[in-house]
């Protein structure tokens, strides 16, 4: 973030969101709660769903992975961390 601060730029980080192993799932929220408790607003995950479509990337318990990360944006969109048409797009994802 200091970086950010002497570039008068915002920060941005990408949470890993594929090869995550069995058990250590929650570490996508604590992961994204860290870099948004650091003053990081942009947030992303790659990939989508946890890589459940690709083979090789795919985390052990997709489901559960994108789960967390999903959790983690509801959690902190109360704090203004994102519009409510993205907040509704990741919802019609979890119906799906």
Known sequence: ME??????????I?????????GRAQEVEIAFKAAYD???KNIFAWAYK?????SVLRSDRCDIA???FVK???????????????LERVRK???E
């Open 3 to 12: 970086l950010c601060a002497k570039y008068d730029k915002e920060g941005q």
């Open 38 to 40: 650091c003053g990081i």
């Open 50 to 54: 946890s890589c459940e479509y690709m």
């Open 72 to 86: 983690a944006i509801q959690d902190t969109a109360d704090k203004k961390f994102i519009a409510n048409k993205l």
């Open 66 to 68: 994108w789960s967390y």
């Open 14 to 22: 990408l949470i890993q969101n594929h090869c995550i192993k069995e």
């Open 93 to 95: 994802t979890l119906r």
